[in-house]
Structures are given as C-alpha cells and as structure tokens.
C-alpha cells in the first residue's frame, strides 16, 4: 500500500463538467497539500490543509474547490475548467503543516478538452 | 515569490559517468530536499538535508547543504539507465506558515544513454 494514493491518475473533462479529484495517505501525516505541476514551470502550490483546516490558498481561482474531511482524506473539486488548466495534479503529505518532508501522490492527469 | 535556480535544465549522458547538478536561491533555506520524479509520476523523496555544510548520502547520490545556506548539490555516481527522470530540489526557508513552505526548482532533465 503507498504512502498517498490519487485517484484517478487520468481524467479528461469538458469545460462545463464537475470532476472531483481524491488523494488518501496512509502515512498517520496531519498536513496535506495540492500542487498544479505545467510543462515547463515550477511546482504550483495551491492549497494547503494542517489538521484538517486550510492554512494556505494561493490565490488559486474558485473554479478550484478543495475539501479535507478528516486527516486522512483530501478531494479537490474541478468545475468549469479551462483548457489552461490541464496538468499534473499532485497531492503531498507532511508531518506538521511545515512542509518537511512531503511526501507525494503518483498524480492525477488532467485534460480539459 | 522565492526562486530558485536548478541547473543545469538537461543533461544527456553516458551510463557510468558521475552527474552533478545544483540549485540556489537568494534567500536562506534551513531545509534542502532533492526529489526524482518519474514520467507520469509523483515526485518521489531521494535526500533530506537540515544542516548547514551537511553531506548526506543515498547509495549513489550524495547531496550536500551549502554552507552559506543559499544552495544544495546532487551528485549522481556511476549512472545508470533507470536514473533517467527529472530532478527536483526544493527548500524551505524556516518556521512560521509562510515562511515554512517549500520552493521548488524547475528541474533537471536526466538522460542516460547505455
């Protein structure tokens, strides 16, 4: 069993679909994260949660919606997307909302079409 | 915000050569992380460094904490086909929400030829 799974590792949505991407960690870790990774450009931190309260959003537009539940369990739900925003989308974990060690998910590849 | 500057972007070469690639920033980080990331994949933990002129090692990597905290080298011995990937390094400046996230580099490319 991996430390933080994402599912699913492909999607292709229209601009008018609702999507919701999952990340689970199994690593006992307090803190979660959602990153954008382009082509060509830096990892983009989006959002983070530290016990399950959102520390830090990155100016990331509404159409990006994230939700922790509990520790475990991060969603980031998709709607009204543009084409601009196909990427890999990866989900990390830490211990602490200090962003130590994070360790990442295998991603989740988005198209928007 | 932060930048920091990985190079070299690419490098191709030949299996068995020794591989060196660094990053700085203008800032001082009191944490340096190097990562490897597959095609397709997430980036996965290579080293951790917390200490100032640190040099730590992962099998054939080693890394390095700069001493003037303002940059961290990745060497690579004896490569191998699967060190392909990209390799990111990525810091964090200190204690505090913002002050304690993690900048990432662009990357470096790797290719290995056998």
């Known amino acids: 069993e991996t430390g933080v799974t994402q599912t699913p590792r492909h999607l292709v949505m229209g601009m008018t679909n609702k999507k919701s991407l999952k990340c689970e960690q199994h690593?006992?870790?307090?803190?979660m994260y959602w990153y954008k990774q382009s082509a060509k450009k830096p990892l983009e931190l989006m959002f983070v949660?530290?016990?399950?309260?959102?520390?830090e959003n990155n100016s990331v537009p509404s159409r990006f919606s994230p939700e922790c539940p509990n520790s475990s369990h991060l969603f980031l739900h998709l709607h009204t997307l543009q084409p601009e925003d196909s990427a890999l989308y990866l989900c990390?974990?830490?211990?602490?909302?200090?962003?130590?060690?994070?360790?990442f998910g295998q991603g989740t590849r988005l198209t928007v079409v | 915000g932060q930048q920091l500057n990985q190079s070299p972007q690419s490098m191709f070469i030949q299996e068995g050569e020794d591989v060196s690639m660094n990053c700085t920033s203008s800032?001082?980080?009191?944490?340096w992380l190097w990562y490897k990331q597959d095609p397709g994949e997430g980036p996965v933990l290579l080293i951790a460094?917390?200490?100032?002129?640190e040099l730590t090692s992962n099998g054939r990597l080693t890394a390095q904490f700069g001493i003037t905290r303002k940059d961290s080298f990745l060497n690579i011995s004896a490569s191998i086909p699967s060190d392909v990937g990209i390799y990111f390094c990525?810091?964090?400046?200190?204690?505090?929400?913002?002050?304690?996230?993690?900048?990432f580099g662009r990357g470096t490319q790797l290719t290995v030829w056998p």
């Open positions: 800032s001082i980080f009191n944490t």
């Open positions: 690593l006992g870790h307090n803190a």
């Open positions: 949660y530290s016990l399950e309260e959102r520390v």
């Open positions: 990525a810091g964090r400046m200190g204690r505090g929400s913002t002050l304690g996230r993690l900048y």
């Open positions: 460094l917390y200490k100032a002129g």
């Open positions: 990390a974990s830490s211990q602490g909302q200090m962003n130590t060690e994070a360790f």
